[in-house]
């Protein structure tokens, strides 16, 4: 059979997400014993202990399926954030929430309007659902959320709001979103990605997105890859109005959330010196980060997230692969249209310092161009 005939036409014009480099593959290729994974987000604290316990506990009933509509942990989540149950939907990771908006809400020709750079995945999934994706360049590394307003049309249906951005790790501010959503057209739909919420969420002017969820077009997602560091157990969550929740759930799939993730995740919200403890480490990170960026002369842009997009100048893939010859995997931007970025995360104190120590030497070689 000649599959080129029978694929979907926009299967074939998809670039996939390339997520960034495992640790073992690292190692294998590089013949290294000690690798430091710096691109992906993650906790460097590793998964919350509560969770930990919790899964250990849950093992013994994974012959079983889970519950569908993971009611105890919709229950856990409605507490801590004062939200009707119904409002809320649980995804496989937040990535399934942004397809499921996609299939519930967007026809073939519909727009949808996204920033340019952004979350990777807004594009592949708009696209993949048809959709005729509309880019507005971001303005000083920050959302342009008046332009993108500017762009709205009679077809628009659908505009995503990462927030903080990934890459830049820059955020909109509540003014920013409350002259956005002011008279709004009812039939658009707001997708608020708050995956770093837990970081940002003490910024005196950083918005409380789910004040708006009564105005009937606003969708909340947050995750609990992050800062709870469940980043494998593949769980997040949105919350929107009864309606919105209701649609999503109609396409959702029965199980698709399992057993040990909705016991780790439940776990893992009242883990209070947990998630204490990963602020804490981000916070001075970032610090040391400015610190030395600062030293070094490079741009870099300030970060409401546990990661930094710094300028290295020249070529940012001899950078990245000289890193990689270290044993210390960063995350290389030319796929956002940054080709002379590198985006790193906050590590440990030792994987921040070994990181400067070696852009230090690799920069002074002024063999990157």
């Known amino acids: 059979m000649n599959l080129e005939k029978v694929v979907r036409k926009v299967v074939s014009g998809i ?20 690798v430091y994974k710096m691109a992906s987000n993650e906790n460097p604290l590793g998964p919350s202990p509560l ?16 519950d569908g509509s993971c009611f105890y942990l ?16 649980i995804g496989n990771g ?10 519930a809400f967007i026809n073939s020709g519909d727009e949808v309007i996204i920033a340019e750079p952004t979350f990777l995945v807004y594009k592949l999934a708009a696209t993949l659902a048809e959709a005729k994706v509309i880019s507005v360049p971001l303005k000083n590394f920050q959302y342009d959320l008046a332009a993108m307003k500017a762009k709205i049309t009679s077809r628009t249906k659908m505009i995503f709001i990462a927030n ?5 790790g820059s955020y909109v501010n509540n003014k920013q979103v409350a002259d956005f959503l002011k008279a709004l057209p009812k039939d658009i739909i707001v997708f608020f990605d708050e995956a770093y919420f837990e970081y940002a969420e003490n910024i005196k002017d950083y918005p409380n997105t789910m004040k708006y969820i009564s105005q009937g077009n606003i969708i909340v997602s947050r995750t609990f890859s992050k800062i709870y560091g469940l980043g494998g157990m593949r769980i997040g969550w949105a919350a929107a109005s009864k309606e919105i929740a209701g649609y999503l759930n109609q396409v959702r799939e029965p199980f698709n959330v399992n057993s040990l993730a909705q016991a780790g995740a439940i776990a893992a919200l009242n883990d209070k010196k947990h998630i204490a403890n990963s602020r804490k480490l981000v916070k001075q990170g970032l610090k040391f980060f400015d610190q030395e960026f600062r030293s070094m002369d490079l741009f870099f842009v ?12 020249g ?9 990689l010859r270290k044993g210390i995997i960063v995350r290389e931007m030319t796929a956002w249209g940054l080709k002379d ?18 852009l230090k030497k690799i920069l002074k070689t002024k063999q990157i161009k």
Not at 80 to 89: A, Q, S
Not at 94 to 103: G, N, T
Request: cysteine-free.
């Open 164 to 168: 903080p951005d990934n890459p830049t």
């Open 15 to 34: 670039k996939p997400y390339t997520p960034g480099k495992p640790i073992e593959e690292v190692k294998r290729e590089y013949n290294l014993k000690n």
């Open 74 to 89: 919709k229950k856990a989540l409605s507490t801590k954030y004062k939200l009707n149950m119904e409002n809320l939907v």
């Open 94 to 103: 937040s990535d399934e929430l942004i397809v499921l908006a996609l299939q």
């Open 315 to 323: 070529n940012s893939k001899i950078v990245y692969e000289k890193l």
């Open 341 to 358: 970025f590198i985006r790193i995360t906050i590590g440990n104190s030792k994987e921040n310092s070994l990181f400067i120590a070696e």
């Open 51 to 66: 969770a930990v316990s919790a899964i250990k506990k849950s093992l013994a009933g994974i012959n079983l399926y889970p």
């Open 302 to 313: 300030p970060s409401a997230a546990n990661f930094v997009l710094v300028k290295v100048g």
